[in-house]
């Protein structure tokens, strides 16, 4: 039986756009890409770039295009928006990214676009949530990139400390991709081992493995002051998203999902371990946390349930 043709659509070819571009293509994931952003020059250009790594990679159909190519296509990928400047916070994002967003969703569904959208421009858990209400789209078919970037991040550092492989790291960074997240140490494990056991053995405490999630929260700060922007990171835990979907893995990701009752939320997306698939959110995993987790989950939604009714107010203006 011969594979499924896969279309994606990239929107927004920025730094992150263009990163995910590439690795896509590194991996040869989705047989046909399209670019589409408001500099068309640009487009042409990187789909010109990108058509040459294919005799060394696999054959893609990658190309610029506009928001009718989404009319077929299996996945939208939205990475538009204003980036994050050196001290703002991704929160101080919020009411420019959402009317950009407003200028992108609508379109796409106008197209015919019966996929899925995959959301990755900060803060994303609000334009996550903002792309479900523009396009009204099921919750399973809106995805978040949510904590992926921060959970590798936490997990290369535990890595390094341990002397073990980041991905033997079973541990998650949840709640909000921003200042509120945080990482679900008390059940995290190395090799079906409790990490915190493991992390005594090599000499380290509860307070270190804190240590390395302040570290985690503030890299994207570092990485920015350094370079201007990270863009590597997230261009390769959103293609790592893609493939669950395009080939209907069934991979438990940590991603922004919707919630309804999870963790005893309600009505917004957040960073939480759930299995991701061709239908999308699959299953939220809800992590049984400790207390002490449980209340900085709760804080950190109401962060962004803060964040959410004032992004909205902007839409409506």
């Given at each position: 039986m011969a594979l499924k043709h896969q279309k994606v659509v990239l929107v927004g070819d920025g730094a992150v756009g263009s990163s995910y571009a590439f690795a896509m293509m590194q991996q040869g994931i989705g047989e046909e890409f399209v670019i589409v952003d408001i500099i068309k020059k640009r487009t042409q250009g990187d789909a010109l770039d990108l058509e040459d790594a294919q005799v060394f990679t696999h054959p893609k159909n990658i190309y610029s295009g506009d928001y009718s190519?989404?009319?077929?296509?299996?996945?939208?990928?939205?990475?538009?928006?204003?980036?994050?400047?050196?001290?703002?916070?991704?929160?101080?994002?919020?009411?420019?990214?959402?009317?950009?967003?407003?200028?992108?969703?609508?379109?796409?569904?106008?197209?015919?676009?019966?996929?899925?959208?995959?959301?990755?421009?900060?803060?994303?858990?609000?334009?996550?949530?903002?792309?479900?209400?523009?396009?009204?789209?099921?919750?399973?078919?809106?995805?978040?990139?949510?904590?992926?970037?921060?959970?590798?991040?936490?997990?290369?550092?535990?890595?390094?400390?341990?002397?073990?492989?980041?991905?033997?790291?079973?541990?998650?960074?949840?709640?909000?991709?921003?200042?509120?997240?945080?990482?679900?140490?008390?059940?995290?494990?190395?090799?079906?081992?409790?990490?915190?056991?493991?992390?005594?053995?090599?000499?380290?405490?509860?307070?270190?493995?804190l240590k390395i999630e302040d570290d985690t929260r503030k890299k994207a700060y570092n990485i920015i002051n350094l370079k201007g922007a990270t863009f590597y990171g997230v261009a390769t835990a959103l293609m790592r998203i893609s493939r669950a979907i395009l080939r209907d893995e069934n991979s438990v990701l940590p991603v922004g999902a919707y919630m309804n009752g999870e963790y005893g939320l309600h009505d917004l997306y957040i960073g939480t371990p759930a299995v991701v698939n061709a239908s999308g959110l699959a299953k939220v995993e809800e992590v049984p946390l400790s207390d002490d987790e449980q209340k900085k989950m709760q804080a950190s939604a109401k962060t962004l349930k803060e964040t959410i009714n004032k992004g909205m107010e902007v839409l409506k203006k």
């Open positions: 190519d989404c009319k077929d296509a299996d996945m939208v990928v939205i990475t538009a928006g204003a980036p994050q400047k050196p001290g703002e916070s991704r929160l101080d994002l919020v009411g420019k990214n959402l009317k950009i967003l407003s200028s992108i969703v609508p379109p796409v569904v106008k197209s015919g676009f019966k996929g899925i959208f995959v959301v990755a421009a900060n803060p994303v858990d609000i334009l996550t949530y903002g792309t479900q209400k523009l396009s009204g789209f099921p919750k399973n078919k809106v995805v978040g990139s949510g904590t992926s970037l921060d959970t590798t991040r936490f997990q290369v550092e535990v890595g390094k400390k341990l002397g073990i492989n980041p991905q033997d790291v079973n541990a998650y960074i949840m709640g909000e991709h921003g200042d509120s997240e945080f990482a679900d140490i008390d059940e995290a494990s190395v090799g079906n081992r409790p990490l915190l056991d493991v992390a005594k053995e090599k000499g380290l405490s509860k307070d270190d493995l």
